[in-house]
């Protein structure tokens, strides 16, 4: 077989690389938890009416079909692959609304495609972490203001291990429409879509497009510019907001309800996460579904890799017709983290297998002995595994060294005068050698299990 091609934009991490991803994932896992959310997970597959039902995705979806159709009148519907976990989430609602208790709190961990071009941190296949938090019939706020905050500690938890610092941005719908309708701007979507393109085009090209794509005047797309331009970690953000809006004639009923709920959160968050909530009006998230609060998270110091987390408030997404579920969430972008973490060189794992100790095999016939050490330490949950041949120690050794495994566990062998000695170990950095007894012996928490840790 010739040498396989890699394909780009599907990561595969070498071993000590996926140990890192893992330690992200029940990091995340462990905080979703401890804020009473319950895992779910949803089938890999949507029908493409309901993928392509909100927002500009059709570029995106991976559609999945059979090698070979089978005859039949009833031709099966189109499938695509889940492009985020929100749209199968919202089915998944709907599906089982009668099974479920409302407030519902859950998170969602899972791998999603996307038929984007790859890039730094942008993957076709990637994994997601999502948690929402869905209503029946209405949601009150202060869900939009926990659900961010969740977010701040679950990435602020991973700190210890080398992640830099986040930045959560935030803004709400509700007061770039009221607005963009204040200054006689209809097509609120269509401003919010290029105003989502100010980081990769710049203001002067996003401008252009206002006035050529949503019928904007100058001095119209000068006003979405400088709303977009404000921002600020404090409620005094609001009242620059306000300040502008005056200026134009564009003070709202709805602006002031956005206003207000922006205000609640950036008080709350100044309380709770000093310094991490950054109100940013230029937030603006290209999905059609979000309708209140919307989020992007960068991490500081590498802005440029785009957002690793981002969602929002959206009221209609989850509908039947007669039953309304609103809901707000938040997506970590797993992998783009990770790949981060590894490529930046921010992070190690301390050794690549799990296995802290190797067993060694005097030789074939003895194997049996070495397997039962093995089964001893791993009662009492210390990873192990047994040498694959019965070489010379010091090769066993070397094979331990290469994997990283820190101690070299030595069966007690019988002397001449047939008493069988003392079991040893051998902590292979040091050099230090022991008697020790497979049903006492311990390594150090730190040696345990491999360890993810700043490289320094």
């Known amino acids: 077989m010739a040498k396989p091609t890699p394909l780009s934009g599907f990561p595969e991490w070498l071993p000590d690389g996926r140990i890192v991803e893992q330690h992200v994932l029940d990091t995340l896992r462990h905080t979703f938890e401890l804020h009473g959310f319950a895992g779910i997970e949803t089938r890999a ?34 499938l695509g692959l889940h492009f985020d976990l929100t749209v199968p989430f919202a089915r998944y609602v709907l599906e089982n609304a009668g099974k479920l208790a409302f407030p519902l709190r859950r998170y969602q961990i899972q791998k999603v495609w996307r038929g984007e071009r790859p890039q730094d941190g942008r993957f076709r296949e990637f994994i997601q972490a999502d948690i929402d938090v869905v209503g029946a019939g209405e949601l009150p ?19 210890g291990i080398g992640l830099p610092p986040v930045r959560i941005l935030v803004n709400n719908r509700r007061v770039a429409e009221g607005f963009y309708r204040g200054i006689g701007l209809d097509d609120v979507e269509g401003v919010l879509r290029q105003i989502d393109k100010l980081d990769k085009i710049g203001p002067e090209k996003v401008s252009g497009l206002l006035v050529a794509e949503c019928g904007a005047t100058e ?16 409620v005094g953000v609001i009242a620059e907001v306000r300040a502008l809006a005056e200026s134009h004639g564009a003070v709202t009923e709805l602006l002031e309800t956005g206003l207000g709920e922006l205000e609640a959160l950036i008080a709350a968050a100044s309380e709770r996460a000093p310094g991490v909530v950054v109100a940013d009006l230029k937030i603006a998230r290209g999905l059609d579904y979000y309708t209140g609060s919307v989020y992007e998270t960068v ?28 809901g707000v969430g938040l997506s970590i972008g797993v992998s783009r983290l990770v790949s981060r973490l ?20 005097s030789s074939e016939e003895e194997r049996a002995v070495s397997d039962a050490v093995a089964t001893a330490l791993r009662a009492r949950d210390i990873p192990v595994e047994v040498a694959p041949s019965a070489a ?17 566990w ?5 002397g001449e005068d047939g008493v069988v000695g003392a079991d040893q170990v051998k902590d292979i950095r040091s050099g230090e050698q022991v008697d020790a007894d497979a049903a006492t012996w311990e390594p150090s928490d730190e040696d345990r299990w491999p360890q993810v840790v700043p490289v320094p």
């Open 219 to 234: 001095d119209q797309a000068k006003a979405c510019l400088a709303l977009a331009s404000i921002s600020g970690s404090d």
């Open 410 to 414: 030595f069966p007690g062998t019988a």
């Open 342 to 361: 590894l490529s930046a060189e921010l992070v190690r794992a301390t050794r690549s297998v799990p296995s802290a100790v190797l067993v060694a095999v």
């Open 299 to 326: 991490l500081v110091g590498h802005e440029q890799l785009g957002s690793v987390c981002s969602g929002g408030r959206y009221d209609t997404l989850a509908s039947d017709g007669r039953n309304t579920y609103p």
């Open 392 to 408: 010379k120690f010091g090769k066993q050794i070397k094979y331990a060294d290469r994997r990283g495994i820190p101690f070299v």
């Open 141 to 159: 706020y202060h869900f939009e203001v926990e659900v961010p905050l969740v977010i701040a500690e679950a990435l602020g938890s991973l700190a």
């Open 45 to 78: 597959v949507e029908p493409l009416d309901q993928l392509l039902r909100k927002g500009e995705t059709s570029k995106e979806v991976y559609l999945l079909s059979r090698l070979q159709e089978e005859n039949s009148q009833i031709p099966d519907k189109q």
